[in-house]
């Protein structure tokens, strides 16, 4: 069976809080964070950046927009991706009371696992996937391209569309954002699949690299999300091409239908002229998967994936409410139905209030109407306009407050620490998420996974982390730079530590290990620029 | 349309009972299960939950990232 290296990058939403309940801007927040991080985790200084390569093999920095984002070490399975993911958030949490014990200027800090912001600044952040592969990048994104479109119907964190006026529920809120098919633009130009040609890796690697995806709570959808792209990209491999019967004519378009559709039973046409629903394009993905899982190029967990695979498509398939406490998306549609019925807003009638919002956010000049802003139109024309949709413009203050309610409730469900509202649920006993095999989270805190090259960066990680000013890391080599050694990590299944003599290497090699150490001295420099808060 | 007619094999369903289409045996179990779920629903959201929404919007607001 073939082996596989698979890994997860997520960009956490953060703020601090000053104790009179202020928010702290600027660079503060991410340095000290980044500083306390620095003094409580085992780790080796990131060649590449203010980070940190740490004891599991994974990497924490500070990403574009004071977003920290926490990598998985390459993990050899979806069970593996998934625990290190939790152990992040771990690690995270106890950053964030370090923080506060260290600076008596914090009263709170608070970390989210979502994607979206809600303030109506249009911004999103990621949770990105990774997968080892040997396929040509640009066969194995169109092979991808129809799973990750309708996939959205178990792996979607669920939320509302950011960029529009009222309550638009949607399966994934990401989606939102995204504005291609593929691109190298991972800020402007979002895509389901990102064509940067970065392998981090040698040996004729490459590494798929998609942007498409969400931070979940859910294990089951966190599990699923990676295990079953896992397959298809060792179904590509394998020589299978699954999207060559599926060719979508608007893979964005679909995306869009399918994120949006809370019934999973919106359809979409392709170009040889047939028509899929999501759970359709997903069952022929499956079913090219079950005809192969003891195939050579299969991993040796692939009948597992199948199975679970199989189990959840037939509960949306049977009935979306199945999974109302399983699933992101489908957890938050009954809470916030119920949200807005104990407002006096019935969930059927959201279309009505979002093209009245529309219309009010197209006289107001504004993407959002706010209370406020809607008062300065006369009670007449707000009636008017209202009664065109069968509502009440007196209703409209409580749809507004619901609205941010919503937004805030949102915001809430994935916030990391004893306060998330999902963490609250789950402890309550009333969630059905958790996944067998995704256990020992203590264990992903400290520890690499039990194969492949993390294995020995971990344990380098372990054994060296006392002297954090002698090495410098990243993910394809270990620098020591006292030494001038290298230790070579770009074969993703090295079994042992091999460091080689830089003093013996050719003139090319030793002007790499002076052009590391100067850097390396570069960013200790601004390291200690930064931490004088 | 594509999809498969498949045996149902799954038992997991909503709140931990039946498998999708509640019967009459299992109407019972959902509606506990349901009322449990708001109850803690009710308390975790009244916990976290500020009493300013927009406020909290506007001061928790995140930049753009990847």
């Known amino acids: 069976m073939a082996q596989r290296l698979l890994g997860q990058e997520t960009e956490f939403g953060f703020a601090a809080f000053s104790p009179d309940g202020a928010r702290l801007g600027g660079d503060r927040p991410a340095s000290l964070l980044l500083a306390v991080a620095g003094r409580r985790l085992p780790h080796l200084p990131d060649m590449h950046s203010h980070g940190m390569f740490l004891a599991s093999g994974g990497r924490f920095y500070m990403d574009a927009g004071h977003h920290p984002e926490g990598t998985t070490p390459e993990c050899p399975n979806p069970w593996d991706v998934v625990r290190y993911n939790l152990a992040l958030e771990e690690i995270l949490t106890g950053l964030g009371a370090a923080m506060k014990a260290a600076d008596p200027g914090i009263g709170e800090v608070m970390f989210f696992k979502s994607n979206v912001d809600y303030s109506g600044s249009g911004n999103s952040w990621g949770c990105h996937e990774n997968y080892m592969h040997c396929v040509e990048p640009d066969v194995l994104t169109e092979q991808l391209i129809p799973h990750l479109a309708s996939r959205v119907i178990y792996t979607g964190c669920g939320g509302f569309d950011p960029f529009a006026p009222g ?4 399966l994934s809120p990401r989606v939102a954002h995204l504005r291609q ?49 896992a397959l298809v990209v060792a179904l590509v491999e394998g020589g299978v091409r699954p999207a060559n019967a599926v060719p979508l004519r608007s893979p964005l378009d679909a995306t869009r239908c399918f994120a949006t559709d809370t019934t999973c039973r919106a359809v979409v046409e392709a170009a040889s002229n047939t028509y899929w629903t999501a759970l359709g394009i997903q069952y022929h993905y499956l079913a090219l998967a079950e005809a192969r899982v003891d195939a050579p190029f299969m991993p040796p967990w692939a009948g597992e994936v199948c199975r679970h695979w199989s189990a959840i498509l037939q509960r949306l398939e049977s009935a979306p409410y199945s999974v109302s406490a399983t699933l992101d ?49 006369p009670l007449d024309e707000l009636k008017r306009m209202a009664s065109q949709y069968g509502l009440c413009a007196l209703e409209l203050p409580a749809f507004l407050e619901l609205r941010d309610e919503l937004f805030e409730l949102d915001t809430r469900f994935g916030q990391l620490g004893a306060g998330g509202v999902f963490a609250a649920l789950d402890r309550a006993g009333v969630l059905h998420h958790r996944f067998p095999g995704v256990d020992n989270i203590a264990h992903a805190m400290v520890s690499p996974p039990a194969s492949g090259r993390a294995r020995v960066r971990g344990a380098c990680v372990q054994r060296l982390a006392a002297h954090p000013d002698e090495y410098s890391c990243t993910w394809d080599q270990i620098v020591d730079n006292r030494r001038n050694r290298r230790l070579d990590l770009s074969d993703p299944f090295v079994a042992g530590e091999a460091w080689e003599d830089l003093r013996k290497a050719g003139p090319a090699e030793t002007e790499y290990a002076r052009d590391m150490a100067a850097r390396l001295r570069t960013l200790r420099e601004r390291e200690r620029q930064h931490v004088r808060f | 349309m594509n999809e498969r007619e498949r045996p149902r094999t799954d038992t997991a369903g909503p709140a931990g009972g039946g498998t999708g289409t509640p019967d009459g045996q299992n109407v019972e179990r959902i509606r506990r299960a349901g009322e449990e779920f708001y109850a803690a629903a009710d308390a975790a959201i009244k916990s976290a939950l500020s009493t300013n929404h927009a406020t909290f919007l506007a001061n928790s607001r995140q930049e753009g990232g990847q």
């Not at chain 1, 309550?167 to 949607?170: G, N, Y």
């Open chain 1, 329 to 377: 998306w489908a957890i938050k549609l009954v809470l916030y139905r119920e949200r807005a019925r104990r407002r006096g807003i019935s969930w059927e009638q959201l279309p009505a209030w979002n093209s009245y919002l529309a219309d009010l956010a197209s006289v107001l000049g504004r993407q959002q109407p706010t209370l406020d802003a809607v008062c300065e139109l």
């Open chain 1, 181 to 229: 098919v593929t691109s190298a633009d991972s800020m402007h130009a979002r895509a389901l699949c990102d064509t940067r040609n970065e392998p981090l890796a040698g040996l004729g690697y490459h590494r798929a690299h998609l942007l498409c995806g969400e931070s979940l709570c859910s294990h089951t959808s966190a599990w699923l999300k990676i295990a079953t792209t």
């Open chain 1, 167 to 170: 309550l638009d529920f949607m």
